[in-house]
């Protein structure tokens, strides 16, 4: 199986900051790439799918990157809104996987 | 709009089963898959297994194969994910998600709190 890992487990950031998380897959899964937002006590989000492209109604602070193993989901400017944890998945086969969380808090 | 509504709160002991429902409305069913996705108390998001109701096929991740079973009634647009052999490691917020060509889970189900305790 396909594992996603992502880092960092955790961090805190400044209102207004950029904010980067990464996920790797232990094998190359194209572009089959999605990040997801969970509020503390709410439904997952779909934020981004197909590595870089955002759903309907995401801020366009939110972007991500990425092809094959490596890939980024970037905050340009970090809103007290944004706390949350945010967890990547792969779809590239008709098993899928997530990643096990990054929780982004406010400094 | 897509709107995937789950059954309500169970209490299960170990050892039993549990069977979640997930009754979809907006869209075409049979177009798109369905997907659960299990997180445990302070826990990540756990995909378990999805279906294809057009085909009638699941998958299963291998953490439950054998032990979880997906299914979908097209005519009442409803999607189910029975749990057997619960034990209390299997207590979770239980989720279904919706997926189609491009997009994994675009809309999500409320969640469905399964506890197993004894």
């Known amino acids: 199986d396909i594992q996603m890992t992502q880092s960092p487990s955790s961090l805190s950031a400044s209102v207004g900051d950029r904010v980067t998380i990464t996920c790797r897959a232990s094998?190359?899964?194209?572009?089959?790439l999605a990040w997801y937002q969970q509020k503390p006590g709410k439904v997952p989000k779909l934020l981004i799918y197909?590595?870089?492209t955002l759903q309907s109604g995401v801020p366009s602070r939110f972007s991500g990157s990425g092809s094959g193993t490596d890939f980024t989901l970037t905050i340009s400017s970090l809103q007290p809104e944004d706390v949350a944890t945010y967890y990547c998945?792969?779809?590239?086969?008709?098993?899928?996987?997530f990643g096990q969380g990054t929780k982004v808090e406010i400094k | 709009q897509v709107q995937l509504v789950q059954s309500g709160a169970e209490v299960k002991k170990p050892g039993s089963s549990v069977k979640v429902s997930c009754k979809a409305s907006g869209g075409t069913f049979s177009s798109y898959t369905i997907s659960w996705v299990r997180q445990a108390p302070g826990q990540g998001l756990e995909w378990m297994g999805r279906i294809i109701p057009i085909l009638g096929i699941a998958n299963y991740a291998q953490k439950f194969q054998g032990r979880v079973t997906i299914t979908a009634d097209k005519s009442t647009s409803t999607a189910y994910m029975e749990l057997s052999s619960l034990r209390s490691e299997d207590t979770a917020v239980y989720y279904c998600g919706r997926g189609i060509t491009t997009k994994p889970l675009d809309y999500w189900g409320q969640g469905t709190l399964v506890t197993v305790s004894s």
């Open positions: 998945q792969k779809y590239n086969s008709a098993l899928w996987t």
């Open positions: 197909a590595a870089s």
């Open positions: 094998q190359g899964i194209s572009n089959y």
